[in-house]
């Protein structure tokens, strides 16, 4: 006699509430709406750090507020890659393609280490900015390797050193942006890191994995959903009508947030602070109540408040990017955290293979 087969275990559409691993990089409270990385609170490293030393906090650790991370080199057959882009290519398209470029002109042994995830985050930037001025007919710009990585982005995206405060705004974006969690793009990498492949492999799939718009799409939809409500007054009847459509809002609801995104709290302080701050800001921040009323009526069952993608929106136009740029951006500074949850995975590593529930046919004969 053979045994029945094992009950199924519990499935959950989406993995929501599954424990896939283990991580001591970052802490996501979606109950109480708190966000740490290695501990320290969201707000304090914006507030206090920058890019370049949360990133090497992620990867080592240490806190040290003065590490230095300047952009890095595109290697000349990256660049030729770079110029045969059609001038339609999207940008996410754009850094996948160049990150790939970038692996295969690269050594890249697994273990991956701290190294790697330095150049790969380096180099990211480089070849955004690359792509952005090729595409508007200009030369590409040599890597500053005084400037810190936000710095030199913008430098060599716009031929100019920005102003302080406009550095400082981008830096706080990508500080926010550079870890959370067990989100789709990093499980992804971690995935990829799981099967001993490389590192540049692990983030090309991350950059695939975030292009989507309920990941890392939605900051550009904002401003798209902002600019067809025509004022705050006739915002109430776009939202009841979108969502009776069965619309999603961009920039609201989580799948871990129940309050408030601590990440959404920082970037609207930061956009309200700044000097070129977008004129549709205010209108924002009163569409926001708007949306929050009528999403509670809607949905009772489930909180939906304001996510990071909501005040990204501001804080990327007030520093000059195009809204096309909004996604690319979002996965430069993710790289920090798709790196480290690669050495993480690495260091404790065992192959990602979880079960599938079967529910086809059953057992049968090919037909005759
Ligand atoms: N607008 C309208 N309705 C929404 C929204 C929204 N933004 N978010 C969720 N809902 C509704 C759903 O339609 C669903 O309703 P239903 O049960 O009647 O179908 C209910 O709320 C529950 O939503 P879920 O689908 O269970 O939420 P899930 O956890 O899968 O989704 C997600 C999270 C994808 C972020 C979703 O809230 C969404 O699509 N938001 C808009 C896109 C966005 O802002 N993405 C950026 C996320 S932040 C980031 O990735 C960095």
Redesign the pocket.
Known sequence: MTDPPAAPRPYSP?LEGVIAGETSLSLVDGERGRLTYRGYRIGDLVARGSYPAVANLLWTGDWDPTHHLPTGPIPAQVMTVLRALPETTKPMDALRTAVSAWGATQELPWPPTIEQARAVTSFSPSALAAFARLRAGQEPIDPDPSLELVEGFLYQLTGQRPDIGTARALDAYFIVGAEHGF?ASTFTARVVTSTRSDIASAVVAAIGTMKG????G?PSEVVDQLSQMESAESAEAWVREA?DRGD????????VYRAYDPRAAALRTVAEGMEHKPDWLERAIEVEDVVLRV?AEK?PE?A?KT???YYAAPVLMGVGLAPDLFPAAFSLSRHAGWTAHALEQAADNRLIRPSVNYIGSAERDLPA
């Not at 718009?213 to 890392?216: D, F, I, M």
């Open positions: 989406g989100n718009p309920l990941h890392g939605a969502l999603r809002l961009m920039g609201f609801g989580h799948r999403l949905h489930r939906l996510n990071v993608e």
